[in-house]
């Protein structure tokens, strides 16, 4: 018999995707213990298991996953091979779609680009407290992405406008701002794409209480303190527009105590996604204000689904006792903001449950 640690390690599969297909009466265990509810696997399902996560991994729907696990191991071989036949019609459909829009994208960012203008001017100048930098950064640094497929994600976004320094950071499934403010500047709008080693090395040199002087010229960027300084190229690419990503109506709002949520949190309960590849909290906001997990079988038209792992980085980020969480439907966004300064916030995209 092999334990669920054995066969996610041999399969491919992660252990809360085996956990799920169980429930799902796709990949049963052969015995789970009736004290311990620990599941064991005979030597030969981990052959089903392999072909299951090849199957997942190719976007095949659960429903046809069903009815070729089932037909594998029998003597009906031609349903299998109907089923990865029209499946593999699908993916073939499904790109050929997506290659006509993606074509007609393009022709509208080469319109687009040639009447644009980036956010960028020959010089700024302007000094900012080193603690709100400092603070401003740890806030927003777990964000960043680390996908060399988007390179304009791969740094901190500085927009500067005002007499506020924003740092912006997104790997596409989740994003923080944080604001600074700052002296010096005449007001208009300057963006840069700082890049995550220069970021991270401005960072170490934020130590001290008093001001920091900031420094853009064209695609360069410096930050001097102390006869110190990091300076380096900015990336050359244009960030998203992240105004456009924030929440525009607030939702369900619940203030919670991080140590006893980060508590429920780890020992709680969790589901699987549709990849099965990550831990998900189901969370819901009570009548009263006051934040939940939902357990498994309870079916809540509120309830949303979150990546663990990214909402306990977002309340570390969150660096207070106490923070905000805001809910809305399930297909929105889930903000983390601080109670004292709503202008810095964390922004989490849900997870689609398996139905």
Not at 75 to 84: E, F, G, N, P, S
Not at 136 to 146: M, N, Y
Not at 291 to 310: K, Q, S
Request: charge should be negative.
């Amino acid at each position: 018999m092999r334990s669920i640690g054995e066969m996610a390690r041999d399969s491919g599969l992660g252990v809360s995707a085996l956990r799920f297909y169980d429930r799902a009466g796709v990949l049963v265990p052969a015995w789970v213990d009736p004290v311990s509810g620990y599941r064991w696997y005979e030597p030969e399902q981990l052959e089903e298991a392999r072909l299951l996560a090849r199957l997942r991994r190719s976007g095949m729907p659960l429903a046809d996953v069903r009815l070729v696990l089932a037909s594998w191991s029998g003597a009906d071989t031609d349903l299998v091979r109907k089923l990865l036949t029209a499946h593999l019609r699908r993916l073939e459909q499904g790109l050929s779609d997506a290659r006509g829009e993606f074509s007609a994208l393009r022709a509208l960012l080469d319109h687009r680009e040639n009447v644009m203008t980036p956010l960028r001017i020959a010089a700024v100048r302007l000094s900012v407290a080193a603690p709100e930098l400092a603070a401003a950064l740890d806030t927003v640094r777990f964000a960043v992405s680390t996908d060399p497929e988007l390179p304009m994600l791969c740094g901190v976004l500085f927009d500067i406008e005002g007499e506020s320094l924003h740092v912006v950071t997104t790997d596409r499934y989740r994003m923080a701002v944080a604001r600074a403010g700052v002296a010096g500047h005449d007001g208009s709008r300057v963006q840069v794409v700082v890049p995550t080693p220069l970021a991270d090395a401005m960072r170490a040199l934020l130590d001290g209480e008093g001001p920091v002087r900031l420094r853009v010229d064209g695609d360069r960027v410096t930050l001097e303190t102390g006869g110190r300084q990091a300076a380096g190229q900015c990336l050359d690419h244009d960030f998203p527009d992240y105004r456009r990503l924030l929440p525009r109506v607030p939702g369900r709002r619940a203030v919670v105590e991080v140590a006893a949520f980060r508590e429920a949190l780890e020992s709680g309960p969790v589901r699987s996604g549709e990849s099965g590849a990550h831990d998900l909290s189901v969370l819901r906001v009570e009548d009263g204000g006051t934040m939940t997990l939902c357990p498994e079988g309870v079916e809540d038209p509120n309830r949303v689904a979150v990546n663990r792992e990214f909402l306990l980085d977002a309340l570390t980020a969150g660096a207070g006792d106490r923070l905000i969480v805001e809910l809305d439907t399930p297909t929105t966004p889930i903000a983390i903001r601080r109670p004292d300064d709503e202008g810095t916030f964390s922004i989490l995209m849900p997870v689609r449950l398996e139905d």
